[in-house]
């Protein structure tokens, strides 16, 4: 699928879930280059922003959405077999992406983002919602934590690691979303060190780990590109 978004700006994507004005506006301070999935437009037009760009099948964007944007802005890509979340990954380059309007009330939906991430694991995206990130793992990782925080681990494929820094190390597990998951680990050193031997782990953390999470991601090796689940 063509490039539409090329940036060297990190990108903020929106979905057309929940997200406040707060929200958005935090993540626009970092992530200034804002891209709508699909209906994410009308929400962000609501909220008082512009998206530079509009990818989806459009087929949630609302008609006083589509008059106030020029249509230099909107980006159709009718594949119905994929969600609008795909399509904004597959298209969008950029250093780093935050996700936010893709997890909330509907159970389906939160799901559906958690299987894009794990599709598009050589992305340094980060999913916002509900007070929590979630981001897929890289080959390697070090994150700077608070002793005690909660950090979740949780398999979309047949995974193996290492760990340092965890209260309950994750060596010689074998992960499998039927199988054996990682949620409600916890901190144990100011470091976490993490390896994975093939893609398909998500990692949680509170939001309030933003920060450290962006070093992390920034500083590790990517997957090479297709190599998700």
Do not use: Y
């Amino acid at each position: 699928m063509r490039v539409i978004v090329e940036t060297g700006n990190p990108v903020t994507l929106l979905g057309a879930g929940s997200c406040s004005a707060r929200d958005l506006r935090r993540a626009l301070t970092m992530a200034p280059h804002l891209v709508a999935a699909d209906g994410g437009a009308d929400r962000a037009l609501a909220l008082g922003h512009v998206p530079d760009a509009v990818v989806g099948d459009l087929d949630s964007l609302s008609a006083a959405a589509r008059a106030r944007l020029d249509a230099g802005r909107l980006h159709r890509i009718g594949d119905q077999d994929s969600t609008d979340f795909d399509k904004c990954l597959s298209v969008i380059r950029a250093p780093w992406i935050l996700a936010l309007g893709f997890t909330g009330a509907r159970l389906d939906h939160t799901l559906a983002g958690f299987s894009t991430l794990a599709r598009f694991p050589d992305r340094r995206c980060i999913l916002l919602g509900g007070g929590d990130l979630c981001f897929a793992a890289p080959p390697r990782l070090a994150l700077d934590l608070t002793v005690g925080a909660r950090l979740s681990l949780f398999p979309m494929a047949p995974v193996r690691g290492g760990s340092e820094g965890l209260r309950w190390p994750i060596a010689g597990l074998a992960f499998s979303p039927a199988g054996v998951i990682g949620t409600s680990n916890e901190v144990s050193a100011s470091r976490v060190a993490l390896e994975f031997d093939a893609p398909g782990m998500l990692v949680m953390l509170a939001a309030r780990h933003l920060k450290p999470v962006l070093d992390g991601l920034q500083a590790a090796p990517r997957w090479t590109e297709g190599a998700g689940c």
